[in-house]
């Protein structure tokens, strides 16, 4: 595996450079992954160097002296380049439920590696039905999920499937376009208050007019991120002007 050494520290425990797991993806125009980085005990999609907003996450310990040739351009570059965030706004999207992507894959992983885990686990992160279902057919299990992994949120920490969702024939609660359905769907008796109650879930807005959800639509549609990690619902991003 080609590498690129940034500092001389021996490769000490707590010397060498990653700064958060490969999560960025959730934070589109907030964040980027610039170069992976390797820590004992860290995963290999660790972030090496990252930025967020205006900060940039530089992974590596050592002073200058101790940087390499490559390390300390490599840093003056970082410098240069996140200069140009200087004092931007950025979201701080919190820490809040386990993701779908990653950490439901990692349980289910885990499970099928070490069926000892599912006694565990299947409590822990599954809703009771599913997990009564599926403690003996782990293979089932991830089948269930994968299936519907569009329409899984977390509430309290269990990974569950969005049936109001479902209901109203929407097939992902993660795209933007899922919004304008909803709205759409307000005009429909029969579905008006379900479709209310999902807007607020996902969005944290409490509009009560379709009038209402319509302008802030069409004022933020494009600044608008989705999150798993920050509650299974959009986040409005500062415009990087």
Not at 7 to 27: H, I, L, M, R, S
Not at 115 to 125: D, Q, T
Not at 185 to 192: G, H, M
């Given at each position: 595996?080609?590498?690129?050494?940034?500092?001389?520290?021996?490769?000490?425990?707590?010397?060498?450079?990653?700064?958060?797991?490969?999560?960025?993806?959730?934070?589109?125009?907030?964040?980027?992954?610039?170069?992976?980085?390797?820590?004992?005990g860290k995963?290999?999609?660790?972030?090496?160097?990252?930025?967020?907003?205006?900060?940039?996450?530089?992974?590596?310990?050592?002073?200058?002296?101790?940087?390499?040739?490559?390390?300390?351009?490599?840093?003056?570059?970082?410098?240069?380049?996140?200069?140009?965030?200087?004092?931007?706004?950025?979201?701080?999207?919190?820490?809040?439920?386990?993701?779908?992507?990653?950490?439901?894959?990692?349980?289910?992983?885990?499970?099928?590696?070490?069926?000892?885990?599912?006694?565990?686990?299947?409590?822990?992160?599954?809703?009771?039905?599913?997990?009564?279902?599926?403690?003996?057919?782990?293979?089932?299990?991830?089948?269930?999920?994968?299936?519907?992994?569009?329409?899984?949120?977390?509430?309290?920490?269990?990974?569950?499937?969005?049936?109001?969702?479902?209901?109203?024939?929407?097939?992902?609660?993660?795209?933007?376009?899922?919004?304008?359905?909803?709205?759409?769907?307000?005009?429909?008796?029969?579905k008006a208050?379900?479709?209310?109650a999902c807007?607020?879930?996902?969005?944290?807005?409490?509009?009560?007019?379709?009038?209402?959800?319509?302008?802030?639509?069409?004022?933020?549609?494009?600044?608008?991120?989705?999150?798993?990690?920050?509650?299974?619902?959009?986040?409005?991003?500062?415009?990087?002007?």
């Amino acid at each position: 595996m080609k590498v690129c050494r940034i500092q001389d520290t021996n490769n000490q425990v707590g010397k060498a450079g990653a700064v958060a797991p490969g999560v960025y993806g959730e934070y589109p125009g907030e964040a980027e992954t610039i170069m992976l980085g390797f820590a004992p005990g860290k995963s290999y999609d660790s972030v090496g160097i990252g930025r967020h907003g205006n900060f940039m996450l530089w992974g590596w310990s050592a002073e200058p002296s101790r940087m390499t040739p490559a390390g300390q351009k490599l840093f003056l570059n970082c410098i240069s380049y996140i200069h140009k965030y200087d004092r931007r706004p950025f979201v701080a999207i919190p820490r809040q439920a386990p993701t779908r992507d990653q950490d439901l894959v990692m349980i289910l992983g885990r499970m099928e590696q070490r069926p000892s885990l599912a006694e565990r686990y299947l409590p822990r992160y599954f809703p009771p039905e599913i997990a009564s279902k599926y403690k003996n057919d782990i293979a089932g299990l991830r089948k269930h999920y994968e299936d519907n992994i569009e329409l899984v949120y977390a509430g309290l920490g269990e990974f569950l499937i969005d049936k109001d969702l479902q209901s109203l024939a929407i097939d992902s609660n993660r795209k933007v376009a899922m919004i304008k359905s909803l709205i759409e769907l307000l005009a429909e008796e029969s579905k008006a208050s379900l479709a209310q109650a999902c807007l607020s879930r996902y969005t944290k807005q409490t509009f009560t007019s379709a009038q209402k959800w319509n302008q802030w639509y069409e004022e933020n549609a494009g600044r608008l991120i989705f999150s798993d990690r920050g509650g299974y619902c959009f986040y409005k991003v500062p415009e990087l002007k």
